[in-house]
T-cell receptor, first 111, second 120 residues
């Protein structure tokens, strides 16, 4: 089985930086995704990591360390619209079709 | 416009009355999947399909059925719904690209808008 852990909630002020950590224990590894989900809406793709290192995309960056079973999503220059739930999801190598999600981290951006 | 379409968006039903939630995608994706989302539990995978006539169980398949007769459609069937199936359901699809270092955005899952189901 797989276990994916991320903090339940984080609060930060507008313009600040927030780092959301995700740790996983899986039977093999074949990629990690980060999704953003606003309340009542569908998840939307933010980033994908399959190799170790940092992937940067505008204000959002994602890092992966496969040896440590660890990833983080970095949100810079926070805006009010970034208030949302951020979902970490892992694909195991032994079953490409299975994707397991963490419970999500609710980020609250305050003025 | 590329999209995943689920219907209905909202459904209230009673215990034991069979229902089907439809899912259709127009991106010619091989892979489709169903998830349910409950507070504090996140998204949990119900069933997925790697291609036409190929389906497999996710983590919470009990009480659900699926079929994949055509590439674009992947309906979710609840033969005898029960109150513990009250949830928010999402359908998703993606291309299926397996080369690890090049997978990149080819493996993104695109989600439908969701179906909020209440079983009384």
């Amino acid at each position: 089985g797989q276990n994916i852990d991320q903090p339940t909630e984080m609060t930060a002020t507008e313009g600040a930086i927030v780092q959301i950590n995700c740790t996983y224990q899986t039977s093999g590894f074949n990629g990690l995704f980060w999704y953003q989900q606003h309340a009542g809406e569908a998840p939307t793709f933010l980033s994908y990591n399959v190799l170790d290192g940092l992937e940067e995309k505008g204000r959002f960056s994602s890092f992966l360390s496969r040896s440590k079973g660890y990833s983080y999503l970095l949100l810079k220059e926070l805006q009010m619209k970034d208030s949302a739930s951020y979902l970490c999801a892992v694909r195991a190598s032994d079953s490409w079709g299975k994707l397991q999600f963490g419970a999500g981290t609710q980020v609250v951006v305050t003025p | 416009e590329a999209q995943v379409t689920q219907n209905p968006r909202y459904l209230i039903t009673v215990t034991g009355k069979k229902l089907t939630v439809t899912c259709s995608q127009n991106m010619n994706h091989e892979y489709m999947s169903w998830y349910r989302q409950d507070p504090g539990l996140g998204l949990r995978q119900i069933y997925y399909s790697m291609n036409v006539e190929v389906t497999d169980k996710g983590d919470v398949p009990e009480g659900y059925k699926v079929s994949r007769k055509e590439k674009r459609n992947f309906p979710l069937i609840l033969e005898s719904p029960s109150p513990n199936q009250t949830s928010l359901y999402f359908c998703a699809s993606s291309a299926q690209y397996r080369r690890d270092s090049d997978s990149g955005t080819k493996n993104i899952q695109y989600f439908g808008a969701g179906t909020r189901l209440s079983v009384l």
